[in-house]
């Protein structure tokens, strides 16, 4: 007998449905599989005899062949246990031929029976409610995050006993008693993650500085890089990033949880990401861990701060290999990864903030604590390379925090109050580029900036005044003028005035930093 | 200038005494590099006698001496007329002074300024307002053409059309630090640049300290503006008290490690430097010769012209010029602001303090930005600003 279940696979990021094929018939007693198939799809041969044994059904000694359609394509991972389980005993006879019709099956046996959880649920069924199917079932412990995709039944199943005990029924509602339907929707999730909060900027002593420019920096969408003492508060202002960004959409909601569900990285519990991510790597992380890849392709750190903060502390200890892997997501906002087996690309439009200290000994400019010399100063700064720091937006010092203001209870401004401006300027921006494909100041293309930075004369004098005096590079020019357009727009202003153009060049990184005046 | 004394020279073993006895007993360089060994004997040891005997084989002699007259490095030696009667002075003469341009006159008198490399702008504010005033005086200015103190010192004097001789720890011919390079084409021009190094020798620490004795040896008088405890600053002050050269030491607060040194120094019994001005009468007294020279030679030079605004800072004025409400808080930003940097936070602080002054961060950050633009200020690196030192049109000399 031979039967076709629907199934569905990852490749990458991107999901797409296939067919476990199974034949049962006489011949020489055997068990093969074929359709491209990685080890641990192979190990689901002695799994799923074990569990079908172990379950209580009986293999006749006949000869079994698996194959897994479009069979071009490589498989990988566990989640073909379950549609080849019920493959054979479909051709064996243990139900209707009709009963599957119209099912997408996914899910790892374990050798009891029960059926365990897998990864790549979200994009899976995202690509079966496309498709138009009706109906998945999958692992209990994946069926809320299934169920969050609108239009597609979803069901959870805990054993192979029970799959078979819901496709032998007939009648619908016996049905649904056996295997019930999750419904749950983006907001009830959202609901009850809101307690966990993000920590607040309002723990943040002192560092006014830093935190404007973190501010500015959330409202646009700027890379950030920070430098300053050690124990100045660098990371603390980092982690609280996050938290005045705009809340996930609900498209950025799902796009940021397949992410995470491919990298199985989504809690059971509450199997979606609602929060910003923030990410924030080991200086000693490997290439592969950073942007992805690995034996089997993995997304990497700047995939998972996707729609986040990729938070890099210790910017210089980093290895210039490692960040040199930055410089083409970052252009890009996403990561292609090719290796001999396919080309797999990430989104990865994140916010990078960096973190590092302004010398070798950390407390440059305050010369009574400060010894470097000017060459120890170049070199330290010659570890960043160029472009690296070209991509950066803005830059900003943080200093020694006073011990009067660490002790005293002086009012810091919260999350809360924060993220209402940076919201605020972000529509304003939303609705400035309706017309374009990008949403945020950082993003402006420079053919686009005379009609969204329109200066007047006095900002123009100032611009010139500043390119000369400064000696700013055109990439810097630019740079500036995009940061001068996200203070505006915090300010609520429809133009670019002078003050918001001398705040931004502030926020430049000088020559000075990248060590070309020795 | 002979080719034989700078073959000596570079005679590697000898010390500057063996080679002094050698010419005391030979007279001529010519014959001693044409002297047998027996009667070498009598002056050299036999170890020395070797490297001399090896020394003789192995250099050519003429090209490397045409090397030095191409690339324009004069020679004097101990035992000529030129070398510098104060160097006869100090312990341990050099054998050799090479240099290009001149040498320092001997009869006007000459003030070395000495520093940090690392200076902060408090230092980089006395250095160019003393060299400017030594400079504009004629008074020689004497120090090693490093980064820091050294450098704006000897620029600000040459600027104000003075004269200045650089002291190197390396090779005349060597420009080191290569960013100086302006300085060091025009010190050629404008005065002079000596070393006890033979061309061609290459920067190295363990030949700095040797030099710095030179610098204090052709001097009258040492200026040290801002140093830390320990330094190669306070080697040169060391040599200079051997050769009882008169030190002054710019004060500095107490709570700056860049001042310590010079404080300690003023502790231990240098003279306060309080002012320029403060400083040239003290000159007439402690070089009552070499100051009348000075004022004979200047009678016969004409004044130096007016300084004139150049045309970027007539930009620079006419810009600032048109604004009238935000004046008062750059004004008041400009009073807080100091020589050393502060940083953006410290200056919101001093504003609430000394004028109970409310203002945004922001709005503090683009006044701060503007104000540098106009070349008032300076921006140490992202937060953190102090007042210009160079910028003589904006604020009034009267320290």
Do not use: K, M
């Given at each position: 007998m031979f039967s076709s279940i629907l199934t569905g696979g990852l490749n990458g990021m991107e999901a797409y449905l296939l067919r476990a094929e199974v034949d049962i018939s006489h011949g020489l007693p055997g068990f093969c599989m074929v359709g491209s198939l990685s080890n641990e799809v192979r190990e689901a041969k002695e799994r799923i005899q074990v569990a079908l044994k172990n379950a209580g059904f009986d293999l006749p000694p006949n000869k079994i062949t698996v194959n897994l359609a479009p069979a071009h394509i490589r498989k990988d991972g566990t989640g073909y246990d379950v549609p080849i389980a019920v493959g054979m005993l479909q051709s064996l006879g243990y139900f209707d031929e009709k009963a599957t019709d119209g099912i997408l099956f996914t899910g790892e046996l374990g050798l009891n029976g029960e059926i365990k959880p897998v990864h790549g649920i979200l994009p899976i069924v995202r690509v079966a409610a496309e498709q138009g199917i009706k109906c998945c079932i999958v692992p209990k412990e994946n069926a809320i995050e299934g169920s969050v995709i609108p239009g597609i039944k979803v069901k959870g199943v805990e054993s192979i006993v029970q799959l078979v005990q819901f496709l032998q029924e007939e009648s619908d509602d016996e049905k649904e008693r056996i295997l019930e339907t999750y419904q749950c929707t983006l907001n009830q999730i959202r609901r009850s993650q809101?307690?966990?909060?993000?920590?607040?900027?309002?723990?943040?002593?002192?560092?006014e500085m830093a935190k404007r420019a973190a501010e500015i920096a959330a409202a646009g969408f700027h890379n950030l890089l920070m430098s300053g003492p050690p124990g100045g508060g660098k990371s603390m202002i980092a982690q609280r990033i996050p938290g005045i960004l705009p809340e996930l959409t609900d498209r950025e909601c799902l796009e940021v949880s397949s992410i995470y569900s491919v990298a199985g990285l989504l809690d059971a519990e509450v199997p979606l990401i609602t929060k910003r991510p923030f990410q924030s790597p080991h200086h000693t992380i490997s290439n592969a861990a950073l942007v992805g890849g690995g034996v089997r392709i993995h997304p990497g750190a700047i995939s998972l701060s996707h729609r986040g903060v990729l938070f890099l502390d210790e910017l210089t200890e980093f290895p210039r290999h490692i960040l040199e892997c930055l410089r083409q997501p970052l252009e890009d906002h996403k990561v292609s990864i090719a290796r001999a087996n396919g080309n797999f690309q990430y989104p990865a439009n994140f916010m990078l903030v960096c973190a590092m200290n302004p010398c070798k000994c950390g407390y440059y400019p305050d010369k009574n604590r400060c010894t470097c010399s000017e060459k120890d100063m170049i070199q330290y700064w010659n570890r960043l390379s160029g472009p690296l720091l070209d991509r950066v937006d803005m830059y900003v010092e943080t200093s020694r925090v006073d011990l009067l203001k660490l002790q005293g209870n002086g009012k810091e401004e919260n999350t809360a109050t924060i993220r209402k401006r940076v919201e605020q300027a972000r529509s304003i921006q939303e609705k400035r580029f309706r017309k374009k494909n990008y949403t945020f100041n950082s993003e402006m293309k420079a053919s686009d900036m005379d009609e969204f930075c329109n200066l007047g004369k006095a900002e123009k004098q100032l611009m010139e005044l500043a390119y000369t005096n400064l000696k700013l590079s055109a990439r810097t020019y630019h740079r500036v003028l995009k940061v001068s357009r996200t203070i505006a727009d915090l300010d609520g202003s429809e133009r670019i005035h002078e003050k918001h153009i001398s705040e931004a060049l502030l926020y430049r990184l000088t020559e000075r930093n990248h060590g070309n005046n020795g | 200038m002979d080719k034989y004394l700078y073959w000596l020279d570079r005679v590697e073993g000898l010390g500057p005494v063996a080679k002094r006895n050698l010419i005391d007993a030979f007279g001529e360089a010519k014959n001693i590099f044409q002297a047998s060994e027996r009667h070498l004997k009598y002056i050299l040891n036999d170890k020395k006698l070797q490297l001399f005997m090896d020394a003789k084989e192995q250099v050519e002699i003429d090209t490397a001496f045409e090397e030095l007259q191409s690339k324009k490095i004069h020679m004097i030696c101990f035992h000529e007329e030129k070398y510098p009667k104060k160097l006869i002075h100090i312990p341990d003469p050099p054998f050799a002074l090479y240099y290009k341009g001149q040498l320092p006159a001997e009869r006007l008198p000459a003030v070395a300024v000495i520093g940090a490399r690392e200076c902060s702008s408090y230092g980089e504010y006395i250095a160019s307002e003393l060299g400017k005033a030594l400079g504009q005086q004629g008074i020689q200015v004497i120090s090693g053409m490093a980064k820091g103190i050294d450098g704006i010192s000897q620029s600000a004097a040459l600027e104000a059309g003075g004269i200045s001789f650089g002291v190197f720890?390396?090779?005349?011919?060597?420009?080191?630090?290569?960013?100086?390079r302006l300085l060091y084409e025009e010190l050629q021009l404008k005065g002079g640049i000596l070393s006890t190094y033979p061309p061609g020798t290459t920067p190295h620490a363990r030949l700095f300290p040797p030099r710095n004795r030179i610098v204090s040896g052709l001097a009258d008088v040492l200026v040290v503006i801002e140093a830390r405890q320990r330094s190669g600053t306070s080697i040169t002050v060391e040599m200079a008290l051997e050769q009882g050269r008169e030190i002054y030491a710019v004060p500095g607060r107490i709570t700056d490690r860049l001042s310590d040194g010079c404080n300690k120094m003023i502790k231990e019994g240098a003279h306060v430097f309080l002012s320029p001005e403060d400083f040239m009468m003290d000159l007439g007294a402690l070089l009552p010769v070499q100051m009348d020279n000075l004022r004979k030679q200047q009678l016969n030079i004409e004044e130096k012209n007016d300084t004139k605004l150049t045309e970027k800072e007539d930009m620079m004025l006419s810009i600032s010029e048109h604004r009238s409400e935000e004046d008062s808080i750059s004004e008041r930003i400009y009073q807080v602001l100091d020589f050393y940097p502060q940083s953006i936070e410290e200056i919101v602080e001093k504003l609430v303090k000394k004028y109970k002054l409310q203002v945004k961060q922001e709005e503090i950050s683009a006044l701060l930005m503007r104000l540098c633009l106009m070349g008032k200020i300076k921006q140490d690196s992202s937060s953190w600003f102090s007042k210009r030192s160079k910028c003589n049109y904006f604020y009034d000399t009267n320290i």
């Open positions: 809101s307690e966990s909060e993000h920590a607040d900027f309002a723990e943040v002593r002192g560092q | 720890g390396c090779g005349v011919d060597v420009c080191y630090p290569a960013s100086n």
